[in-house]
């Protein structure tokens, strides 16, 4: 199976790109932005040194999927996806923090209040809570946006006294973040699963906010079975996720965590296959689609410019 782990196009009126962790964002006539999802897969802010194939097209299509079901709570980037793994929508000028909102204790805040942390972004942490047990009310704990390195943790007082966002739009897309999390607890919900946490970006264009790249997809969104939550929580069991954690977990039991002296397993052609299984499956039950797969057998860069061409084409 084929992975597409870099691509370099050329597109009419293309003024730039920008090769992200996992996207390559193409900006047309500093108009529209082709964003592709490539096959990369990042942990432990760095990028893995083997592609997952199709999963590109999984995110790709649950962030398209998921874009269009919440247009009705705020505006987004989203025009189309003339391709499986790319999708066009309006370029915006994205805000420097990530809106991150959290029901459950677990991952990352999880190992925070283990060391004893009781306020995460400004906001207070009760004593006495076990991992895996629900907030009283999901928590927004942004993050900065980071080019490279490791995005920090900030409050939103901090982000306000920075300037990095001005209290009205701060104010604007707390709310949004409030309610896409819901509306994306309600989906999760049918499908027999929890969304436990996830990130949102946001932006501006035209003096107006935006909802921009990926929305409630297993790299940017931890999803729990919600069968069984209850009685592991109880029992001090591990939940049953869908997440990119598993992969965070199997470079944590391969003694990696990106810190100082320490040397990335190597990815065989069988591990990838095995995690791009879990990534289709996690495309199913989040849908609760089947997952078609896109021709991926002959050359993938080609079939994207192609796509992406036409679709460019036929908009002038």
């Given at each position: 199976m084929n992975a597409l782990t870099k691509t370099d196009f050329h597109f009419d009126g293309q003024k730039?790109?920008?090769?992200?962790?996992?996207?390559?964002?193409?900006?047309?006539?500093?108009?529209?932005?082709?964003?592709?999802?490539?096959?990369?897969?990042?942990?432990f802010d760095v990028v893995l040194p083997k592609g997952i194939p199709f999963k590109?097209?999984?995110?790709?299509?649950?962030?398209?999927?998921?874009?269009d079901q919440t247009a009705d709570i705020c505006p987004n980037w989203k025009l189309a996806t003339p391709d499986p793994m790319v999708t066009?929508?309006?370029?915006?000028?994205?805000f420097r923090v990530e809106m991150i909102i959290r029901s459950i204790l677990t991952g990352s805040a999880w190992r925070e209040y283990k060391k004893g942390c009781r306020e995460l972004c400004g906001v207070k942490l009760p004593d006495g809570m076990k991992e895996n047990q629900r907030f009283p009310e999901p928590i927004i704990t942004p993050?900065?946006?980071?080019?490279?390195?490791h995005d920090m943790n900030i409050s939103r007082e901090e982000i306000i006294r920075?300037?990095?966002?001005?209290?009205?739009?701060?104010?604007?897309?707390?709310?949004?973040?409030?309610?896409?999390?819901?509306?994306?607890?309600?989906?999760?919900?049918?499908?027999?699963?929890?969304?436990v946490d996830t990130k949102y970006e946001f932006g501006k264009r035209d003096g107006k906010c935006y909802l921009i790249d990926e929305?409630?997809?297993?790299?940017?969104?931890?999803?729990?079975?919600?069968?069984?939550?209850?009685?592991?929580?109880?029992?001090?069991?591990?939940?049953?996720?869908?997440?990119?954690?598993?992969?965070?977990?199997w470079l944590i039991d391969h003694n990696f965590m990106n810190e100082p002296g320490q040397v990335m397993p190597e990815i065989t052609?069988?591990?990838?296959?095995?995690?791009?299984?879990?990534y289709i499956e996690l495309y199913e039950h989040i849908t609760g689609e089947k997952f078609?797969?896109?021709?991926?057998?002959?050359?993938?860069a080609l079939r994207i410019e192609n796509n992406v061409k036409n679709y460019l084409k036929s908009k002038k």
């Open positions: 730039s790109v920008y090769h992200g962790k996992v996207r390559d964002v193409y900006d047309i006539n500093d108009d529209l932005i082709v964003m592709v999802a490539t096959d990369r897969i990042s942990a590109g097209q999984v995110l790709n299509q649950i962030a398209a999927k998921f874009l066009v929508g309006l370029k915006c000028e994205g993050t900065t946006k980071a080019d490279e390195g920075q300037g990095l966002v001005s209290e009205e739009d701060y104010n604007i897309i707390e709310d949004w973040t409030r309610k896409l999390f819901a509306r994306g607890q309600e989906i999760a919900a049918k499908q027999g699963l929890i969304l929305i409630h997809t297993p790299d940017s969104s931890r999803y729990f079975y919600a069968d069984g939550y209850e009685e592991k929580f109880r029992n001090d069991e591990p939940q049953k996720q869908l997440s990119k954690e598993f992969v965070r977990q052609d069988e591990y990838a296959d095995s995690v791009s299984n879990r078609q797969r896109a021709d991926n057998h002959e050359d993938l």
